[in-house]
């Protein structure tokens, strides 16, 4: 384990806009104990009401980290061997990869999709991208580097538009989830290098510093420091997550204390709940100046046998279930992933090459169903009835998510085939409202 950094002086120095102690006015909610202390949660200056204002934006998901189900496209010519970002700069000629990744960045969002998404009336986009954005060629290979230079796009498209930023740690060194999702497919093998830890702190202290600068000031509003750490995989490796959480909160939330200032970064600090129940987390950050600070929860319904042979009906009692762990959060929740999805059948969800639960063709499940039905890439082809469900599903989703947390971020913007998983898709096919706070009712009593 790590040295946490709570021998940090407490009081911050008032040297810009990012750091000034500022209390925004925001009257409590009633239903959650998270908002009854609402000034002693907030101590900095965000650029934005967290609290107060719910949050609701989407996922930049395989922008600027590749996973195959958003994109197949792009490994359907590849060799089978390559499954995830560091396969594809490893397997492959380095200038082919190189140039298709290029080619990648600059088509996949552009600053139209930033218009659309305001103009859904979102207010956020959460931007994943690899540690190998933050390092040195070198030290980044086989990841191919220059993905930031599309976050500086981003933040320029978001200050045009007006939408706030935030950055998501969502792949660190050795894979903190073993998912594709991390850049890495296989062993989750962060949690037991304490090395990869460390310098995932290290990593996360300088996203910090920079995007503190008051250059980004009400653009860039907060860090998400590691997506999805595997906490299931063992009780040393849930212990490593967990002192990590606490460490690289004090590495973002003083980013300069290693220079010996401690002045405070005026970002909102989010952390993963590591698949763990939200009052796992209790006294984590109980700390005086463990303000700002949100709970990031993924809410899926697609990810094991008996999820996928749920009836419609009881997709919505469950989301609407899931609002008690919501409100057992000792931090403000934000759910950070969800999608409309009911069945795994989007291909390659699972990984490439790796089937479907609903279907039985995922490794240990059974056939529930055919995906036929459920995989028609871009909705033209859903029935009316599945897409007044889809509706409902949403609408529930996100009163649920705004009734007993702070708002929501679906994952994710677009897809090439997965229209269920896609909010653009689902504009396009009227499932999903231009007003997301237009709803036909809510599904739960």
């Known amino acids: 384990m790590f040295t946490s950094l709570l021998s940090i002086p407490l009081l911050a120095s008032l040297l810009s806009i990012t750091t000034q102690s500022h209390l925004v006015s925001a009257a409590p909610t009633s239903n959650s104990h998270w908002n009854q202390t609402l ?28 996973e195959p189900f958003i994109t197949p496209s792009i490994f359907d010519p590849l060799d089978g061997s390559i499954v995830d970002e560091y396969t594809f700069g490893q397997n492959q000629d380095r200038g082919a990869a190189e140039g298709r990744l290029r080619q990648h960045w600059d088509s996949w969002i552009t600053r139209d999709d930033f218009y659309q998404i305001r103009a859904a009336g979102l207010n956020h986009v959460r931007l994943p991208i690899g540690y190998w ?44 989830n073993g998912f594709d999702n991390s850049g890495q497919r296989g062993s989750a093998n962060w949690g037991y290098n304490q090395g990869d830890v460390q310098r995932t702190k290290e990593i996360v202290e300088g996203i ?15 860090l998400a420091i590691l997506n ?36 405070k970064s005026g970002l909102l600090i989010i952390y993963s709940d590591a698949f763990q129940p939200s009052n796992y987390w209790n006294g984590v950050f109980n700390y005086p100046d463990a ?27 469950s989301a609407c279930n899931s609002g008690g762990n919501l409100r057992a959060s000792p931090n403000w929740p934000i759910v950070g992933e969800w999608s409309l999805a009911v069945y795994d059948c989007a291909r390659w969800l ?55 947390g702070q708002g929501w971020i679906y994952w994710s913007w677009k897809m090439e085939n997965a229209a269920e998983w896609s909010y653009q898709a689902g504009l396009n096919g009227g499932w999903i409202p231009y007003n997301p706070t237009e709803h036909n009712g809510y599904k739960c009593s």
């Open 350 to 404: 699972n990984g490439r090459g790796i089937g479907a639960r609903y279907d039985g063709s995922y490794p240990g499940s059974y056939y529930i169903g055919s995906c036929g039905e459920w995989n028609t890439g871009s909705g033209q082809g859903f029935s009316n009835e599945y897409k007044t469900f889809l509706r409902d599903y949403f609408d529930t989703q996100t009163q649920t998510w705004e009734n007993n």
């Open 133 to 176: 954005a933050f390092v040195s060629a070198d030290e980044a290979y086989p990841y191919i580097t220059g993905s930031k230079e599309y976050l500086y796009r981003a933040i320029s498209w978001a200050r045009e538009t007006g939408l706030k930023v935030i950055i998501d740690l969502h792949g660190a060194p050795g894979s903190q």
């Open 39 to 66: 000034e002693a949660r907030q101590g900095v200056n965000t650029g934005f009401p967290y609290g107060s204002e719910k949050v609701r934006g989407v996922n930049l998901g395989g922008w600027l980290l590749l």
């Open 228 to 263: 999805e750490p595997a906490g299931f995989t063992s009780s040393s490796y849930l212990a490593t997550t967990r002192q990590f959480t606490i460490d690289a909160f004090y590495a973002a939330r003083y980013p300069w204390a290693s220079q010996g200032n401690n002045a």
């Open 208 to 222: 910090s510093r920079e995007f503190s600068d008051p250059q980004y000031y009400g653009v860039v509003t907060a």
């Open 291 to 317: 303000t700002d600070v949100a709970l990031d929860n993924h809410v899926y319904q697609v990810f094991s046998p008996a999820e996928n042979q749920r009836s419609w009906g009881e997709h919505l009692t």
